[in-house]
Structures are given as structure tokens and as C-alpha cells.
């Protein structure tokens, strides 16, 4: 069974960083792209960045919103994911999931799901 | 890049068929057939419903149904259940910035 597991939420303030983890099972980590997915309290959805896997190039993508403050990265070795937030702002609070595919066939999409590790930043 | 836009609600009785639509630009929806729906309840992990505008992950109900006409993509839920309430997110690939954009959410009430 494929799973993902993020830890590393907390209590922060403006300004600080913080670093996710998401520790995946099941699958085979190294063809394995990652992305990473938000919920600020009372709001929608929201896509933040993907990982490729290494054997297609190991690039990353963010959204506008986090682009220059988040960077995604992953260590193979221990089949974990990182995202690393910096210069932490209010907006930034709410629950980040990791998010992936167990298949070639949900290449565009996101079929196995975390349960999400909730970061707070205070004024 | 803005989030794809979605209605707020949509509500039906047990039985009915219900349906979200979800509205973007050339650059996403119009653009690419990877649209991708998404079942929420607050507190869990979101569930995918449909992929690739279309198609259904094996062994899920085929009440769930999804197409796109131009820039906007639907799901139909059809013959409603009580267990079908929650929040519905549609998601799509947008392939010149390499990103993906979710829309606003529609949450389903069944009456």
C-alpha cells in the first residue's frame, strides 16, 4: 500500500522557517514526483510546488505565492521529501499535505494523499 | 496564475444528480486534458475522483462523472447520496509554467 506521512508542523512566527518532511512507503521513491498542497483556515486547495524524480531531471516548480521563499527537495536514500519555508508569513498558515501519484496513469493528477501536518505562524 | 473558479454551493436531494463546474483559461482547462476532481472532508485527505477530465480511478463509483466543454470543465454527481456532502475541488495542469491550479471549491449538500 502506498503511503505518505508529513511531520514538522508547528507554532512559528512571522518571519521564522520551518521544514516539512513527508516520508513515503509503498511506492518506488526514486521515479516518484511529489507535490505539496496547502489549505489556509476557511479557504479552498491550494497547489504549491512539485519535485520531479531524479531520473527526470529532479527539477522543481513552485507557485507564485511561495516562489523564492519555499524550496521542495527530496533525499532518496531515506524516501523523504523536504519543504523547506522561509521568511514565513501570517498567510502562510494551514494544513500542508504531500500529495503523489501511484501510477504513470494519474501522471497530471494526485491519487495518494497525506493527512497533513498543520503549520501556524503568529504575528 | 488565479485559481480556477468554481460555485460556492450546489445542493439536491437523495437520488438527484448534481453538477460543479470549474472555469479557467486556454492556459489550463482549455488547454490540456488533465483535469482532475477532488472529494474533501475537512480534516482528512482529499480524494481523487477523476482524472484527466474524464476517467475514474479503478474500483471508485461510476456515479462520478466528469467532461470539458472550451475553458470549462464539469462533474456530475449523479443519483446523490448522503455520503457524496462535502467539499469538491476540480485541479488542472498548466503546462507553460509547469504548475498546476486548483479551483475555489464547491461545497455539496445533500437535502
Known amino acids: 500500500e502506498v503511503q505518505v506521512v508529513e511531520s514538522g508542523g508547528g507554532l512559528v512566527k512571522s518571519g521564522e522557517s520551518l521544514r516539512l518532511s513527508c516520508a513515503a512507503s509503498g511506492l518506488t521513491f526514486t521515479y516518484a514526483w511529489m507535490s505539496w498542497v496547502r489549505q489556509a483556515p476557511g479557504k479552498g486547495l491550494e497547489w504549491i510546488g512539485r519535485?520531479?524524480?531524479?531520473?527526470?531531471?529532479?527539477?522543481?516548480e513552485y507557485a507564485a505565492s511561495v516562489k523564492d521563499r519555499f524550496t521542495i527537495s527530496r533525499d532518496d536514500s531515506k524516501n523523504t521529501f523536504f519543504l523547506q519555508m522561509n521568511n514565513l508569513e501570517t498567510g502562510d498558515t494551514g494544513v500542508y499535505y504531500c500529495a503523489t501519484r501511484s501510477g504513470l496513469q494519474f501522471a497530471h493528477s494526485f491519487d495518494i494523499w497525506g493527512q497533513g501536518t498543520v503549520v501556524t505562524v503568529s504575528s | 496564475q488565479s485559481a480556477l473558479t468554481q460555485p460556492r454551493s450546489v445542493s439536491g436531494s437523495p437520488g438527484q444528480s448534481v453538477t460543479i463546474s470549474c472555469t479557467g483559461t486556454t492556459s489550463d482547462v482549455g488547454g490540456y486534458d488533465h483535469v482532475s476532481w477532488y472529494q474533501h472532508h475537512p480534516g482528512t485527505a482529499p480524494k481523487l475522483i477523476i482524472f484527466?477530465?474524464?476517467r475514474r480511478p479503478s474500483g471508485d463509483p461510476d456515479r462520478f462523472s466528469g467532461s470539458k466543454s472550451g475553458n470549462t470543465a464539469s462533474l456530475t454527481i449523479s443519483g446523490l447520496q448522503a455520503e457524496d456532502e462535502g467539499d469538491y475541488y476540480c485541479c488542472s495542469y498548466a503546462g507553460s509554467q509547469r504548475i498546476y491550479v486548483f479551483g475555489t471549491g464547491t461545497k455539496v449538500t445533500v437535502l
Open positions: 484527466d477530465v474524464t
Open positions: 519535485i520531479k524524480s531524479k531520473t527526470d531531471g529532479g527539477t522543481a
